[in-house]
T-cell receptor
Framework: AQKVTQAQTEISVVEKEDVTLDCVYE???????LFWYKQPPSGELVFLIR??????QNEISGRYSWNFQKSTSSFNFTITASQVVDSAVYFC????????????FGQGTILTVHP | EAGVAQSPRYKIIEKRQSVAFWCNPI?????LYWYQQILGQGPKLLIQ????????DSQLPKDRFSAERLKGVDSTLKIQPAKLEDSAVYLC???????????FGSGTRLTVV
């Protein structure tokens, strides 16, 4: 069975602070994909990143960066110099097995960035 | 390319009534998913279709929920009869292959009173 755990239920920061959202996963699949999604108050799920299990390179996209560590089954997400517009619920998710595997989501982390 | 279309956007019904949601995936996407997202939780898969066949419906409450994907294109999810605990956002998603990711619709927010 697959499982994704986001230990932080809520995080509150002041604008321009850096913030890291933690994600730990469990899977028996040797090939799998990890995702982060953003869900703003409007409700849609916005895709942020996808990594496969064979690529442990960290990735940076603007103010966003991701740290994938297979040894600790973690896929953490850092926002540098946070902004009010970053306020949202962030979900970590896992898809494994076949090419058409379902997504298993974590419980989500509510991020609030105060001006 | 057009996104995943869902309707209605909102629905309020009384308990024991029935309701249906519709989803039109991205053209060419063979796999279609219905997720249920209860307030404060992550989305949970209800059912996964590959073309018009069911791949996974292990978490679908089959005594009251049903889904179909005729002709392997659009899909309908039905609840009959609805319970208070069915209040949630119902998200439809489609994909070609995991490698290329998933696209979610805007969801249908169901309130059962």
């Amino acid at each position: 069975a697959q499982k994704v755990t986001q230990a932080q239920t809520e995080i509150s920061v002041v604008e321009k602070e850096d913030v890291t959202l933690d994600c730990v996963y469990e899977t028996r699949d040797t090939t799998y994909y990890l995702f982060w999604y953003k869900q703003p108050p409007s409700g849609e799920l916005v895709f942020l990143i996808r990594r496969n299990s064979f690529d442990e390179q960290n990735e940076i996209s603007g103010r966003y960066s991701w740290n994938f560590q297979k040894s600790t089954s973690s896929f953490n997400f850092t926002i540098t110099a946070s902004q009010v517009v970053d306020s949202a619920v962030y979900f970590c998710a896992l898809a494994g097995g076949t090419s058409y595997g379902k997504l298993t989501f974590g419980q989500g982390t509510i991020l609030t960035v105060h001006p | 390319e057009a996104g995943v279309a869902q309707s209605p956007r909102y629905k309020i019904i009384e308990k024991r009534q029935s309701v249906a949601f519709w989803c039109n995936p991205i053209s060419g996407h063979a796999t279609l998913y219905w997720y249920q997202q209860i307030l404060g939780q992550g989305p949970k898969l209800l059912i996964q279709f590959q073309n018009n066949g069911v791949v996974d419906d292990s978490q679908l409450p089959k005594d009251r929920f049903s889904a179909e994907r005729l002709k392997g294109v659009d899909s309908t999810l039905k609840i009959q009869p609805a319970k208070l605990e069915d209040s949630a956002v119902y998200l439809c998603a489609s994909s070609s292959e995991v490698l290329y990711g998933y696209t979610f619709g805007s969801g249908t927010r169901l309130t059962v009173v």
